[in-house]
């Protein structure tokens, strides 16, 4: 299954690592609606995952999405466990 991969962490932590792939929507982003820009047209039903540091950023951001209309949405907590599970996917 192909998934798109959301680093919900600002740009600065972004640049630091960030799982291979990932697009990288800030906060901000979500808050004032250009995220859904940013996702290019994706699928409203599309496999979408999000990250952060701790996971509540990218719950948050989940919530603003599924308010949005999109309904498959993985809190995939942070970016190890996002490799982690992606490699489990592999």
Do not use: W
């Amino acid at each position: 299954m192909n998934y798109t991969v959301i680093d919900t962490r600002e740009p600065f932590e972004y640049e630091m690592s960030h799982v291979d792939g990932a697009v990288n929507i800030s906060p901000v982003d979500f808050m004032n609606g250009s995220f859904e820009q940013k996702l290019g047209g994706l699928a409203k039903d599309a496999p979408i995952i999000l990250y952060c540091r701790s996971g509540a950023r990218s719950n948050t951001c989940s919530m603003i999405l599924r308010q949005a209309g999109y309904t498959n949405l993985t809190n995939g907590i942070n970016e190890h466990h996002v490799r982690k599970f992606l490699e489990e996917q592999a």
